[in-house]
């Protein structure tokens, strides 16, 4: 998940036109300018389509490049907006492979959340990492809630939805993206059954009832 199909240049017999460089360079290029458009709400969870920007980053730092899963068994929120990313990773990140040291993405931004039986893994190789919360009455809270994914599922709904916003214009979260890429935002979000491939999470508050972090054989 720390590539995308177009991460890696077409075979062909196409002759390169003077400046496009090797088929390596061309496809890293063409990943620096992939973005993503998100789909309308009752398709949610079938993917997301990637179209031309350029390119956005999702975080203000360096990620690890190792994705871990987050699950929840409701995420209701206020104030929602998505768009298309790439994030970094440190240089010389031994978790680059061939990817450049990029990660394409889509950023979700909540303004106000709240999540009912949080559960995040990250596979360490042969263990997991794993944390749980809002298990009981009390859920999990958070504020200016952003989550860079390669895959998000569930069954959601929106209310006032907003699809084909220029994502620099995109005013419900309080969040912007580049200038010329697709988007879409909502006054709210409910996604039941959600699951997310995440390489970053950011919050201004994460409140976490009922917090426990411990190894595990498997993951969320």
Do not use: W
């Not at 350029?54 to 990620?63: H, M, R, S």
């Not at 360490?124 to 504020?143: D, F, H, M, Q, R």
């Amino acid at each position: 998940m720390a590539s995308s199909p177009d991460a890696t240049a077409s075979t062909g017999s196409t002759p390169e036109r003077p400046g496009e460089g090797s088929p390596e360079r061309r496809g890293r290029v063409r990943l620096r300018r992939a973005a993503v458009m998100a789909v309308p709400a009752t398709a949610i969870a079938a993917g997301l389509m990637i179209l031309t920007a350029q390119g956005a980053l999702g975080v203000q730092f360096a990620i690890s490049g190792m994705p871990f899963t987050v699950t929840a068994t409701n995420l209701d929120g206020t104030g929602f907006e998505q768009f298309g990313a790439l994030d970094n990773m440190a240089d010389d990140s031994p978790n680059a492979g061939d990817t450049g040291g990029q990660v394409l993405v889509i950023t979700s931004a909540i303004k106000n959340a709240t999540l009912t039986k949080l559960c995040q893994s990250v596979d360490l190789g042969g263990t997991n990492l794993l944390i749980t919360a809002g298990s009981g009455a009390e859920k999990v809270t958070a504020s200016d809630l952003t989550t860079d994914s390669t895959e998000l599922s569930g069954d959601a709904a929106f209310n006032n939805i907003e699809i084909g916003n220029d994502a620099s214009t995109l005013d419900k979260a309080g969040v912007q993206g580049p200038k010329g890429v697709f988007s879409q935002q909502a006054d709210t979000v409910h996604i039941g059954n959600l699951r997310q491939t995440n390489y970053a999470t950011t919050a201004g508050v994460f409140k976490l009832p009922g917090l426990k972090l411990r190894f595990s054989d498997t993951g969320c």
